[in-house]
């Protein structure tokens, strides 16, 4: 069984940083892709970064030059980092995975999720 656990989330002004980290437990394997989303109050979820297991990313629109994903495959652990951090960054963000080594660009299509992390921005 394959489990994720978010933590970091917290509460910063428009224009601060945040790191979110995501431990994975449960896979016997390397070749797995994770991913990022969001969801704000009233709003469909939303793709933010997926790293597939060869490292390669992808990153949505809404969060290029802003965002970056990265993984410490030793720690099984996965980031966010999320810097000029916006009014609209608002949501509880989640941490997903599927055991393919590819996740084929921004998508929600995960087997696994976290429970979800808060993410707060004041302007």
């Known amino acids: 069984q394959v489990q994720l656990v978010e933590s970091g989330g917290g509460s910063v002004q428009a224009g601060g940083s945040l790191r979110v980290s995501c431990a994975i437990f449960g896979y016997t394997s390397s070749r797995y892709c994770m991913g990022w989303s969001r969801q704000a109050p009233g709003k469909e979820r939303e793709g933010v970064a997926t790293i597939n297991s060869d490292g390669t990313t992808s990153y949505a629109d809404s969060v290029k030059g802003r965002f970056t994903v990265s993984r410490d495959i030793m720690k099984r652990t996965l980031y966010l980092q999320m810097d000029s951090l916006k009014a609209e960054d608002t949501a509880t963000y989640y941490c997903?995975?599927?055991?393919?080594?590819?996740?084929?660009?921004?998508?929600?299509?995960?087997?696994?999720w976290g429970q979800g992390t808060q993410v707060t921005v004041s302007s």
């Open positions: 997903e995975t599927s055991p393919r080594a590819y996740c084929y660009g921004i998508t929600t299509d995960f087997a696994y």
